[in-house]
């Protein structure tokens, strides 16, 4: 079990940066591979960015390829999005999620979910 709590979100303009936040409960927070995903009124669920356990691996969405970036801090029980270059299009609510079991590849099977944090880009 794992509770994610985030905060970070809010509005910019184009081309402006924000960095999200996400603080994990508990002490296994190393045993988790971690991602941001993040939904748009009327659009499905997508993801975004993902982290591997080790943080040795990352993936990202091709349209946010280049302009964000995932990293964590064990230590801290923390992952983070920073997010460059931002477009009207990245407005969406943005999810912070875990995952618990062995997978290849990094963008699917999350089993735990942060309450999400509002990103709004102003054109």
């Known amino acids: 079990q794992v509770q994610l709590v985030e905060s970070g979100g809010g509005l910019v303009q184009t081309g402006g940066s924000l960095r999200l936040s996400c603080a994990a409960s508990g002490r296994t927070f190393s045993r988790y591979d971690m991602g941001w995903f993040r939904q748009a009124p009327g659009k499905e669920r997508e993801f975004v960015a993902a982290i591997s356990r080790s943080a040795l691996s990352t993936d990202y969405a091709d349209s946010v390829k280049g302009r964000f970036t995932i990293s964590r801090d064990n230590a801290k029980n923390t992952v983070y999005l920073q997010m460059n270059s931002l477009k009207p299009e990245d407005t969406a609510v943005y999810y912070c999620?875990?995952?618990?079991?062995?997978?290849?590849?990094?963008?699917?099977?999350?089993?735990?979910w942060g309450q999400g944090t509002q990103v709004t880009v102003s054109s």
């Open positions: 999620a875990a995952r618990s079991g062995n997978y290849h590849g990094l963008k699917y099977g999350y089993d735990y």
